[in-house]
């Protein structure tokens, strides 16, 4: 039977109110009637070989069947998106992971009622629910690969950009227009076509993480962005800001209350490419001024970081050097001794989530980092390096694992799993009331206003 699960094709035109592959019901029946025929004659060791033997079978079924029919990773280089059946095809697979998943809780109860007191003990699903949340966790990762890819000819269009010869601020760019267009039709797909809500924040979580390091990787690759330039990327970050919030409840039937975490976590993602764009903004005349806004800014920077937005301004190298001699001798007065040649290394994840320290010399890594929860600070941690490889944590499993055994539920019933995420919501959120347009010149007003203390002079301990 999983032979030919495998071999079949998934067409997801076929019948378009389709939420789950019909061989899960299938599989899922078959075990229902297998196990119930056997239980009429013995309830003792003959059950549970075939309970152990259908165990089996449910973890192939979410490792061989589910995961191998996921489209295949593109080659590199290509900027193609995901096409919309391919999309359809993930959050198939995902549904059919999701329903397998709380079939096994049922099977368990049913099994442990039927089958002799002195086996009920061994009757355990822990194994098969972890390869099913392992297939959901992997089907969310080739989602966002494939949204990922559509932002791509986007991200090639920016970094083409002569951001040193931007000569005014206006409306938000072309890139920026190239990447709402993508996202908004293959987020509004994702969105129909997940049926659980639980799946569709982990998305938009994983993908913001993603996106907004992706965003600081190739602002990286924008050789000298002058101030005017500088203030027009930030206008259009405040652009894509207003895009990402929008995310969770895009092409929705009814309004819905933004999550304050998802908020915190928007705008955690992307202060560290907005405190770039402000230490460009600063003049590098008086040289104070720059040093001691970044310092502020990146409080635990590494000279790397700082030469990297020098390179973004486009000085030249005798410029820079006189300015790399001036924030090495503030570091180190700031941290009370000479700590900058021998810094501790603070990288930045490639998940965006926060700063993780290294005392491998100079060198960046990537290592755990604190939970999403923890407090969130206003000033960012330090610049990514150029290519930096993009990752996803891995999903723990389950905390008890054990002898795998399973059976079958019936087909037509839907469960129900816990949702263990932040269910508190934001209605009154100022920084995200009124329109985008009026939000974005808002928020550049009150930042251009701040700028005029120091362009007049040197500001040591002021900051943007």
């Known amino acids: 039977m999983l032979d030919k699960f495998k071999s079949s094709a998934l067409h ?16 899922l029946y078959f075990y229902r009637e297998a196990l119930g025929k056997c239980a009429a004659l013995s309830t003792g060791q003959p059950l549970f070989d075939l309970v152990q033997a259908f165990a089996r079978g449910l973890t192939a079924y979410g490792n061989d069947v589910l995961l191998g029919k ?13 096409s919309h059946d391919e999309l359809t095809r993930i959050c198939l697979i995902i549904n059919t992971a999701d329903y397998c998943h709380g079939a096994t809780e ?46 791509k000819p986007a991200f090639s ?16 760019s072309e890139y920026v227009t190239m990447i709402a267009t993508s996202l908004r039709l293959s987020v509004g797909i994702i969105r129909r076509s997940l049926t659980n809500a639980r799946y ?41 800001k207003t895009l990402l919030l929008e995310l969770p409840t895009l092409d929705s039937d009814k309004p819905e209350p933004l999550s304050s975490r998802y908020a915190k976590l928007v705008t955690r993602c992307l202060s560290r490419t907005e405190a770039i764009l402000k230490s460009i903004l600063a003049p590098h005349d008086p040289p104070n001024a720059l040093v001691d806004n970044f310092l502020f800014l990146f409080p635990d ?31 180190n007065a700031s941290s009370g001794g000479p700590t900058v040649n021998n810094a501790r290394t603070y990288s930045l994840t490639a998940s ?31 610049l990514p390096p150029v290519g930096t490889s993009l990752s996803l ?63 007049k002079g040197p500001n040591e301990g002021k900051s943007f």
């Open 12 to 27: 997801t035109d076929e019948d378009p109110g389709m939420t789950v592959l019909s061989s899960s019901t299938d599989l």
């Open 301 to 331: 920077a590494v000279m790397a970081d700082f030469q990297t937005v020098l390179d973004l301004k486009g000085l030249r190298k005798s410029e820079q050097n006189s300015l790399m001699d001036l924030f090495r001798q503030k570091a």
């Open 106 to 151: 049922q099977l368990e109860q049913k099994v442990q009622e039927k089958i002799d007191p002195e086996l009920r003990g061994q009757i355990n699903f822990d194994a098969q629910r972890d390869a099913l949340f392992n297939t959901i966790h992997t089907s969310i990762k080739s989602l966002i690969r494939g949204v990922e890819s559509g932002c």
């Open 393 to 455: 944590s891995a999903v723990p499993p389950s905390s008890q694992p054990s002898q795998a055994v399973g059976s079958a539920v019936t087909p037509g019933r839907r469960p129900q799993t816990p949702d263990p995420g932040d269910k508190s919501r934001s209605t009154s959120n100022d920084e995200l009331a009124g329109p985008p347009t009026s939000r974005i010149n808002q928020n550049l007003r009150k930042f251009m206003s701040g700028m005029g203390n120091i362009r």
């Open 200 to 240: 569709v924040r982990t998305f938009c979580d994983k993908f913001v993480e993603t996106f907004a390091s992706k965003y600081l990787v190739n602002l990286q690759r924008c050789r000298q962005i002058s101030e005017i330039g500088a203030e027009q990327l930030l206008l259009d970050i405040q652009a894509i």
């Open 352 to 382: 965006t989530k926060g700063l993780a320290k290294s005392a491998s010399g100079t060198g960046l890594s990537r290592v755990a980092d604190p939970p999403l929860r923890a407090s969130l600070d206003s000033r960012p941690g330090p």
């Open 157 to 172: 269009a920016m970094v083409k950009i002569m951001w040193a010869t931007v000569e005014s601020v206006g409306d938000q």
């Open 70 to 82: 996921l489209p295949k990773l593109y080659t590199v280089g290509e900027n193609r998106p995901m």
